[in-house]
């Protein structure tokens, strides 16, 4: 079993700033790539931004430069740190991971979910 756990979520004003924790436990062989989504109320889940275990990194147009997502392979963990933060960030926030299992399957998993609410 892999369960991924977020955490950092909560209520911050207009230009604040946030940090989302997501680690990673259970039956891991390695991880490849790991990512951040989002869903706002009555919008489809979107890619934020994501990361390879060498590194690379991918964002969406719309929080380059705001946001910068980091990992640290040895805890299994990645991180979102949010800055400049808008009322249209405010979502429902998901990480994903790309997990190796054993026999070397490769399985997404996604963690429950953290609420980010950005007041103006």
């Known amino acids: 079993q892999v369960q991924l756990v977020e955490s950092g979520g909560g209520l911050v004003q207009a230009g604040g700033s946030l940090r989302l924790s997501c680690a990673a436990s259970?039956?891991?062989?390695?991880?490849?790539?790991m990512g951040w989504y989002r869903q706002a109320p009555g919008k489809q889940r979107e890619f934020l931004a994501s990361?390879?275990?060498?590194?690379?990194?991918s964002y969406t147009v719309s929080v380059k430069g705001r946001f910068t997502i980091s990992r640290d392979n040895a805890k299994n963990t990645v991180y979102l740190q949010m800055n400049s933060l808008k009322p249209e960030d405010t979502a429902v926030y998901y990480c994903?991971?790309?997990?190796?299992?054993?026999?070397?399957?490769?399985?997404?998993?996604w963690g429950q979910g953290t609420q980010v609410t950005v007041s103006s």
């Open positions: 994903n991971a790309d997990v190796v299992l054993a026999g070397g399957t490769v399985y997404p998993y």
């Open positions: 259970g039956s891991i062989f390695s991880i490849n790539a």
């Open positions: 990361i390879t275990s060498g590194g690379s990194v």
